[in-house]
């Protein structure tokens, strides 16, 4: 049997992780934060990743209905409310949607994902059934993601600010309490993994679960990409940006 | 196809199924109210009961990762909330280790459900699985023994206040509470099936569902009226009451 990692190595591999594989590095992220993305692009990124936001709140449903201990639940309930908010007016789903009438999105349409990509709905949920089947470890571990969030989030903040017009607190509301949530929450499941991931096949597996998550928002990236940038090719049903509506070369172009 | 019933007839006949099958006519239930319960038996329904509680906030959490509707979940998540508490001080599992140590038993070896018969988990376990993989309406249907249970905890109160030592305001507090929650939480999830369930085969579902839960409850004081009452055959690893460890019969007996 190899040998298990010390916690802090253990902390150290998953960190590199982020560094290697998280979807900041992603050629349509890069895109967005240098500004260089139109209307239609920006829009059909906010109305996928709402589709990942909305199924948030049932992910961690999922996790809390795994877990035996009542003060780990007690803390991971406060994720589905900060999502679901207090009434509907509040909460980050809410905050979402305020960021998706900012981009020009209808709100009922994004409410009823009209014209997600396919891909978005194949990684998401890909995501949620991983959390509900996989060890309560590799649940857990696959949301240290969050571990890399704030300084993305910052980052994204002032990029967004400095390159949109549509870009104003009110907007940008999301990240920036995504920015105190984040580090408590993932404070928390860090520390979970770290006590948890005994031996070495623990350990391996609570960091192929976090390359498994970031393969999950890169996957969405790799879509919107393909859609809407290069080769710019609409799945049939997918959102069409209004400036694409006319003229638009047919599938087999 | 057969035509739908109105929502009051559908309410009637869930009603109805209240009256027929759940578990208050159950004899077990009879002698606890009757006070014919000796120390064991009282302490071996609490325990087992508690594995029930236990995985109420798991039940939950798993039709919360199901629904679709903010509202809908914020709703649902005070059912957590209820039974989790704010800490380890509150909340109704807290609630029911006071009458689990009302009735003499050890706090930790219930916490770690030492000796819990095997049929309890089978049942429960097959509730929890239910919510988690059924159509969301028979979920929310099977928690409609709800509408049954606030009378049956008024009477509890009543009937051990008048026949157990260890009854009082503190060690019934789990049902004085749910004399007030279960109204709640049951008109959301009544209003929600008198809504949902249109067609009949959908009605038809709701009502199996409730009958599957009542199995579920019944099924409970089965095992233990047959581990502690009669026969009094007790399954290897199951709690054995102070009153039957000398002179016990072997389990070939």
Redesign the interface.
């Known amino acids: 049997m190899t040998e298990p990692l010390s916690a802090d190595e253990l902390e150290r591999r998953l960190r590199a992780i982020g560094v290697e594989r998280y979807h900041d590095k992603h050629p349509f992220h890069r895109r967005l934060h240098a500004g260089g993305l139109n209307r239609g692009q920006l829009q059909a990124w906010v109305l996928n990743r709402y589709y990942y936001q ?1 199924r948030i ?3 961690d ?2 996790l ?5 201990d ?2 780990f ?2 803390e991971w ?1 406060g994720r ?2 900060d999502h ?5 007016d509040s ?1 980050g ?1 809410e905050r979402w949607l305020v960021l998706a009438e900012g981009v020009g999105l209808d709100r009922e349409k994004v409410m009823a994902l009209d014209g997600v990509l396919p891909a978005t709905r194949f990684a998401v949920d890909a995501y ?1 059934r991983f959390v ?1 089947d996989m060890p309560l470890l590799d649940a857990v571990a696959s949301s240290l993601t969050e571990l890399f969030a704030p300084q993305l989030h910052e980052a994204r903040i002032a990029a967004l600010l400095a390159n949109y017009d549509f870009a104003n607190e009110r907007t940008l509301a999301y990240f920036r309490r995504r920015l105190s949530q984040a580090p408590r929450d993932v404070a928390f499941g860090l520390a979970f993994v770290r006590r948890e991931a005994r031996t070495r096949d623990q350990q391996e597996a609570a960091m192929a679960a976090l390359r498994f998550k970031t393969d999950v928002l890169w996957a969405q990236l790799d879509a919107l990409h393909f859609a809407y940038v290069e080769p710019g090719l609409i799945p049939p049903g997918a959102f069409v940006p209004a400036d694409r509506r006319a003229g638009q070369p047919p599938l087999s172009a």
């Open positions: 909305s709140p049932l992910k449903a999922a809390l209905s795994r877990v035996d009542r003060a639940r007690r309930i589905i409310l679901d908010g207090e009434s509907d909460g789903i949620v509900r």
